[in-house]
């Protein structure tokens, strides 16, 4: 049983150009969660995708937005980097259940902009 | 405000000791508890979690995790640790919304 699995690893950036990361949910996951986790940090979250739709959003900046697509991949897409967005990129998977969903973490993307 | 307060951000034990990472939490609705590690490089394994019932819960690798909610804590503990359990742990909590809050962390070494 594949769990959640992230592309690419690693991904160098210079500031000002775009981005896109990307992620397959593990199976029978149809929800897809991303966070960001700077260096030395807990991960902040970034937003929720279910059924296609962003289902909520963190304190993050339109620079960041994302897609679902019906296989329950999901892409997130951060635009204008900034040196700050340099971070480990999470993405989780889960099934919805009110709540009491067990999220499950995939490798991570490790994001650096220079 | 919603938050998550890991006191420790660095501990270091022998190998053999006991273990208590401590978790403190704060959010307004039924709270959903969770400890997460993470490996150098790697991403975040689920430990355990708590949703409702017996405070005590067990998870892998035998650790265990007891809610109190006087407290407003879900402290992590492990009887014996091994050299294998150095790594970066993280508690959480989350609810309603499915949205998980994390604390900084606290990163663990282990002596031999």
């Known amino acids: 049983d594949a769990g959640v699995t992230q592309s690419p690893t690693h991904l160098i950036k210079t500031r000002g150009q775009q981005v896109t990361l990307r992620c397959s949910p593990k199976?029978?996951?149809?929800?897809v969660s991303w966070y960001q986790q700077a260096l030395g940090q807990g991960p902040q979250f970034i937003f929720q995708?279910?059924?296609?739709?962003?289902?909520q959003r963190g304190n993050f900046p339109d620079r960041f937005s994302g897609h679902q697509f019906p296989n329950y991949s999901s892409e997130l897409n951060v635009n204008a980097l900034l040196l700050g967005d340099s971070a480990l990129y999470l993405c989780?998977?889960?099934?919805?259940?009110?709540?009491?969903?067990?999220?499950?973490f995939g490798p991570g993307t490790r994001l650096l902009v220079l | 405000a919603q938050s998550v307060t890991q006191p420790d951000i660095h501990i270091t034990v022998s190998e053999g000791a006991s273990l208590e990472l401590r978790c403190n939490y704060s959010y307004g609705a039924t709270p959903y508890l969770f400890w997460y590690v993470q490996s150098p490089g790697q991403g975040l394994q689920l430990l355990l979690k708590?949703?409702?019932?017996?405070?005590l819960v067990q998870g892998i690798k035998g650790f265990e995790a007891e809610f109190k909610r006087s407290q407003s804590s879900f402290n992590l503990r492990k009887p014996s640790v091994h050299w294998s359990d150095a790594a970066e742990y993280f508690c959480a909590v989350g609810g309603a919304t499915n949205k998980l809050i994390f604390g900084t962390g606290t990163l663990l070494a282990v002596q031999p």
């Open positions: 995708y279910y059924e296609e739709e962003e289902r």
């Open positions: 199976s029978g996951h149809d929800t």
């Open positions: 708590y949703f409702s019932g017996d405070t």
């Open positions: 989780a998977s889960s099934v919805p259940g009110l709540g009491k969903e067990t999220q499950y």
